[in-house]
Structures are given as structure tokens and as C-alpha cells.
Antibody
Framework: EVQLVESGGGLVQPGRSLRLSCAVS????????MHWVRQAPGKGLEWVSG????????GYADSVEGRFTISRDNAKNSLYLQMNSLGAEDTAFYYC??????????????WGKGTTVTVSS | AIQLTQSPSSLSASVGDRVTITCRAS??????LAWYQQKPGTPPKLLIY???SLKSGVPSRFSGSGFGTDFTLTISSLQPEDSATYYC?????????FGGGTKVEIK
């Protein structure tokens, strides 16, 4: 069974950092690109970042570029999102999602259950 | 970034109705479009990819069409379990984007 399990969310003060993790099982992790997608309370979906199978290409939404860094460890079947300089606008539910191929410019065919990030003083 | 505009933002229809949701891209995206269904408190589920390909296991009452800038998701006969929010997503550029969503309610 394919599983994506996010962790690392929580309450953080504005300006601080947080690192999300996504543990993957049930498929050959290094055959697929991966994504982070977020959803602010009561709002729609926003793609945050994507990374190719070998970390050779990465992309970011304009709203997070320069503050967030996506990475992966294929040996550990894990995806990460380092989030710096957090602001209230980053408060959201963060999903890890599997891409359907090697590169991240694709659709997402499997999603994790998500983790909540709340930025507040 | 490519913008996706969905319409309507919400709709209410009866069981058995044919429902159509549209998604318009700010520039041509070929057939690089997917549709997702999201129910409250759960992650999105992929329904359609490459504009018109139905994901395995998704009921055949769901279908997608379109190319370039204009796309549609159709539910041929609305069922109670189809009450959800539907999103389109483009993957034609290296900055992926989602539409704003369409909330479908059952009358």
C-alpha cells in the first residue's frame, strides 16, 4: 500500500523556521518526483514546491521562493520542506504528494493526510 | 505563473443531474491539466489527468475534456457521494498552479 506520512508541523512564531518531513512507503521512491501542496484554513489548494526524482530540478511558488527549500533523501525514502522566515500567510495544512513521473511538472496521483502549520505569536 | 479560473465557484444540483465545471487557463497549456476531488477533512483525490484520462478506479460518470485554454469536468449523473470541492491543476509550466475550486452541493 502506498503511504505518505507528513510530520513536523506545529505552532511557530513569526520569523522562525520549521522543517516538515514526509515518510514514504509502498513504491520506489527514487522513481518519482514529489511535491508539497498547502491549503490555508477555508481556502483552496496552493502548490508550494516540487522536486524531481534525483533532486536535479526543483520549483517553488512565487509566494515561498527564497524562504522555503525542498529536499529529499532517496536512501531514507523521505521528502523534506525547510521553511524559513515564516509569516502568518504560511499558516496552512501542508500535504506531501507523489508526482506521476520523474519530473515535478506533472500531476499528483497520491497524497498524504497532511500536517498543520500555524504561524502565530 | 499560469492562472486557472474555475467556474462556477459553487453549485447546487439534484441527484441524477448532469454537472459541468469549467477551468480556463490564462495561456495555452496543451492537455496538461488534472482534476481533483476533495471532501472536507480529507486530502484531494486525483480524478482526471492529461485533461481527459480517467484515473483507474474513478467512476465512469466523471469525464474531462478540453485542450489549450478551456477545459471541463463533467459528472454525467450526480450522486450523493459526489458532494465535494473540485479543483483543476495545470502542469504545463515549472510553476504548477491550481484553480480556485468549485464546491458541489446536493439539493
Amino acid at each position: 500500500e502506498v503511504q505518505l506520512v507528513e510530520s513536523g508541523g506545529g505552532l511557530v512564531q513569526p520569523g522562525r523556521s520549521l522543517r516538515l518531513s514526509c515518510a514514504v512507503s509502498g513504491f520506489t521512491f527514487d522513481d518519482y518526483a514529489m511535491h508539497w501542496v498547502r491549503q490555508a484554513p477555508g481556502k483552496g489548494l496552493e502548490w508550494v514546491s516540487g522536486i524531481s526524482w534525483n533532486s536535479g530540478s526543483r520549483g517553488y511558488a512565487d509566494s515561498v521562493e527564497g524562504r522555503f527549500t525542498i529536499s529529499r533523501d532517496n536512501a531514507k525514502n523521505s521528502l523534506y520542506l525547510q521553511m524559513n522566515s515564516l509569516g502568518a500567510e504560511d499558516t496552512a495544512f501542508y500535504y506531501c504528494a507523489k508526482s506521476n513521473g520523474f519530473y515535478y511538472y506533472s500531476y499528483m496521483d497520491v497524497w498524504g493526510k497532511g500536517t498543520t502549520v500555524t504561524v502565530s505569536s | 505563473a499560469i492562472q486557472l479560473t474555475q467556474s462556477p465557484s459553487s453549485l447546487s444540483a439534484s441527484v441524477g443531474d448532469r454537472v459541468t465545471i469549467t477551468c480556463r487557463a490564462s495561456q495555452g497549456i496543451s492537455s496538461a491539466l488534472a482534476w481533483y476531488q476533495q471532501k472536507p477533512g480529507t486530502p484531494p483525490k486525483l480524478l482526471i489527468y492529461d485533461a481527459s484520462s480517467l484515473k483507474s478506479g474513478v467512476p465512469s460518470r466523471f469525464s474531462g475534456s478540453g485542450f489549450g485554454t478551456d477545459f471541463t469536468l463533467t459528472i454525467s449523473s450526480l450522486q450523493p457521494e459526489d458532494s465535494a470541492t473540485y479543483y483543476c491543476q495545470q502542469f504545463n509550466s515549472d510553476r504548477l498552479t491550481f484553480g480556485g475550486g468549485t464546491k458541489v452541493e446536493i439539493k
